[in-house]
Nanobody, 122 residues
Framework: QVQLVESGGGLVQAGGSLSLSCAASGRTRSVNGMGWFRQAPGKEREFVAGITWSGRSTNYADSVKGRFSIGRDNSKNTVYLQVKSLRPEDTGIYYC???????????????WGQGTQVTVSS
């Protein structure tokens, strides 16, 4: 099994920035593709960003392109999400997810964290 623990969420004013982290533990050698998702109140969970094991390939939801940046440090078993120019509509619980195949897709992730709350005030 793989355990994922997110951190770095908080309350920020519109236009502000946060740095989210996701630390993986357990059978981390089985983890390749990783991603970030979010769920706003009353809405379905949505894909935000994904990254392959090497970090050379990334993908973003259109709504966050140019504002969010995903990265990873495999030596620390950690994936990051830098979020900038935050908007009230970015508010939600941000989840880290991991998969065993080295692809970036928006579905079928095997491992999930508990999430970290991001609240953007206007």
């Amino acid at each position: 099994q793989v355990q994922l623990v997110e951190s770095g969420g908080g309350l920020v004013q519109a236009g502000g920035s946060l740095s989210l982290s996701c630390a993986a533990s357990g059978r981390t050698r089985s983890v390749n593709g990783m991603g970030w998702f979010r769920q706003a109140p009353g809405k379905e969970r949505e894909f935000v960003a994904g990254i392959t094991w090497s970090g050379r390939s990334t993908n973003y939801a259109d709504s966050v392109k140019g504002r969010f940046s995903i990265g990873r440090d495999n030596s620390k078993n950690t994936v990051y999400l830098q979020v900038k120019s935050l908007r009230p509509e970015d508010t939600g619980i941000y989840y880290c997810a991991a998969r065993e195949d080295d692809i970036i897709v928006a579905i079928d992730y095997k491992y999930w964290g508990q999430g970290t709350q991001v609240t953007v005030s206007s």
